[in-house]
């Protein structure tokens, strides 16, 4: 799909199944987005084939692998969904493991996923949500030029009910 200075982001495959797990089920990545764990190996590669599938057919949510392009690793992924009820607008996630954490790559992701969903997709207005107390992921947002434009509470994905901070980006 595009690459980065580190960063190779691509089509999911079949055999990143293993690895998506192992990232998925970190302690870290499960305290910030608990509803992106998965239960065991089958449901993972059922994502999988989930994402391929909206890849291919170029529908939301499109959700692609993070490799560092030194090792071939799968380190993150990164992806888009509508915000509900506004097709023109999405919002923007990504994730990087704990191993590789802190060296700079979910900011360089950020960067170029932001470039790439606005000229392939044509969306002008991107989000960013963010649980409230995640201060790196803020930190990654606000690097890259995203805007705090206010506080969400009783959302589904914030079991914690301590409220989602909302960014935008218009490109």
Same mark, same amino acid.
């Given at each position: 799909?595009?690459?980065?200075?580190?960063?190779?982001?691509?089509? !999911?495959?079949?055999?990143?199944?293993? $690895?998506? !797990? =192992? @990232?998925?089920?970190? =302690? =870290?990545?499960?305290?910030?987005?608990? #509803?992106?764990?998965?239960?065991?190996?089958?449901? *993972?590669?059922?994502?999988? $084939? /989930?994402?391929?599938?909206?890849? @291919? @057919?170029?529908?939301?949510?499109?959700?692609?692998?993070?490799?560092?392009?030194? *090792?071939? =690793?799968?380190?993150?992924? *990164?992806?888009? #969904?509508?915000?509900?009820? @506004?097709?023109?607008?999405?919002?923007?996630?990504?994730?990087?493991?704990?191993?590789?954490?802190?060296?700079?790559?979910?900011?360089?992701?950020?960067?170029?996923?932001?470039? !790439?969903?606005?000229? *392939?997709? +044509?969306? $002008?207005?991107?989000?960013?949500?963010?649980?409230?107390?995640?201060?790196?992921?803020?930190?990654?947002?606000?690097?890259?030029?995203?805007? /705090?434009?206010?506080?969400?509470?009783?959302?589904?994905?914030?079991?914690?009910?301590? +409220?989602?901070?909302?960014?935008?980006?218009?490109?």
């Amino acid at each position: 799909m595009f690459e980065t200075e580190h960063l190779k982001i691509r089509k !999911f495959k079949i055999e990143d199944a293993q $690895n998506l !797990f =192992e @990232n998925h089920i970190e =302690e =870290e990545v499960k305290k910030w987005i608990p #509803n992106e764990s998965y239960a065991d190996i089958e449901e *993972t590669i059922g994502a999988i $084939n /989930f994402y391929i599938d909206c890849v @291919n @057919n170029r529908h939301l949510p499109y959700v692609l692998a993070v490799e560092l392009k030194e *090792t071939g =690793e799968l380190i993150g992924d *990164t992806g888009i #969904n509508e915000v509900e009820g @506004n097709t023109k607008e999405v919002e923007i996630g990504y994730g990087i493991c704990k191993k590789h954490s802190g060296k700079g790559y979910a900011t360089e992701l950020l960067s170029a996923m932001t470039e !790439f969903v606005a000229s *392939t997709f +044509g969306m $002008n207005v991107l989000y960013g949500r963010v649980m409230r107390g995640n201060n790196a992921s803020v930190r990654v947002l606000e690097k890259n030029g995203y805007i /705090f434009v206010k506080e969400e509470f009783g959302a589904e994905d914030d079991p914690y009910g301590n +409220g989602m901070l909302i960014y935008k980006k218009e490109c």
